[in-house]
């Protein structure tokens, strides 16, 4: 088995990365998806938010208030850290389960958001990290229904470029257009992955 991290700040790509390396055959696990999942109405993921936050993060239907829970977290640095502290083991559980259950030869890609700050590089054959300059980061978080203070907030929240840059192994550039980072995408997967899971395939 071939593991790849695969991270980059929020708006640059990290998605349309994943979907290209899917298409070839890498079983992608998302942790954004999963971290959705783990705090879904009924899991212990949710209670303990809401046993974190209070009922003020519930939408009326008992479901989590994203929003909400948004404009809690991202105004004080210690809230953020009591809710990584309650959501990151499960997402980390999670994806072991589903790496698990993949082919003893699969290319297993492992989209992580956070994976610098979270320190989780060295678990990685592979760090891939997605990148687009400042300005297209915030211009596709706007289009995603975020203010301008908010776009900037979250991504000044997270790693630097080049502390990303620093664990990386490969650095994709999405600033420009779709076809031109399906290219880089194309080059990666037959200059590093299909030989390195050869190797490991034959080892």
Request: charged fraction near 25%; charge should be negative.
């Amino acid at each position: 088995m071939l593991r790849i991290g695969l991270t980059g700040g929020i708006g640059s790509g990290k998605s349309t990365v994943a979907a290209l390396l899917a298409a070839r055959g890498a079983v992608v696990v998302d942790a954004d998806r999963i971290a959705r999942e783990v705090v879904e109405p009924g899991t212990p993921g949710l209670a303990a938010v809401v046993g974190a936050f209070g009922p003020g993060v519930l939408t009326a239907d008992g479901a989590l208030d994203r929003a909400a829970l948004a404009s809690i977290v991202f105004a004080d640095p210690e809230a953020r850290a009591r809710l990584d502290g309650i959501v990151h083991p499960l997402v980390r559980a999670r994806a072991q389960e589903v790496v698990a259950g993949a082919a003893e030869d699969a290319v297993v890609v492992q989209d992580v958001p956070l994976l610098v700050e979270t320190g989780q590089a060295g678990q990685y054959d592979l760090v891939l990290v997605v990148e687009a300059d400042l300005e297209t980061r915030v211009a596709r978080l706007l289009l995603r229904g975020l203010t301008e203070e908010d776009a900037r907030a979250r991504i000044a929240s997270q790693a630097t470029d080049e502390q990303r840059r620093a664990v990386a192994d490969v650095v994709l550039d999405n600033s420009g257009a779709p076809d031109a980072l399906a290219a880089q995408v194309e080059r990666l997967w037959a200059e590093r992955v299909v030989p390195a899971a050869g190797e490991r395939g034959g080892s």
